[in-house]
């Protein structure tokens, strides 16, 4: 899907988006509720996330452990900080318990997006690498928020 969409989007010179998201202090909240609650939190990161991110062009998958990715064709910058807000305050709102976070008193999650229009001599994986980046300096900030690259 990717590489699809990074190529459809060179071609018809439209942004494209990738955010990384990563729930915050999950190995906390795993050694405090124990691994099914941390799977049933899983579940519940996971649908918001795919009732968040519904268009046709919206692809949102696991990436490993407690990180996921959200590929946005065609989605400016301005419209994919909305989005990553609105994601922001939908999973503030499952109000899920994280006593031992330094960050909230419920789960929380960090987000880094990277929205671009893809050039035929950018670097394949130069998306995900931006993002990544972006989530970086989130966490780095703070987490609970998103960063933008």
Known sequence: ??????????RKEIPITFMMVD???????NDTYGHLEGDEALVKVAATLKNTFCRAGDFVFRLGGEEFGILLADSSKDNSIMLASKLLRNISDLEIEHK????????????GICSIVPLINDEENYLIKCADEALYRAKE?????????
């Open 1 to 10: 899907v990717y590489n699809n969409e990074r190529k459809r989007a060179i």
């Open 23 to 29: 729930i915050d202090y999950f190995k906390q909240y």
């Open 100 to 111: 031992n976070s330094s960050v909230d008193k419920n789960l929380s999650i960090s987000i």
């Open 141 to 149: 900030s703070g987490r609970n928020r998103y960063s933008v690259n």
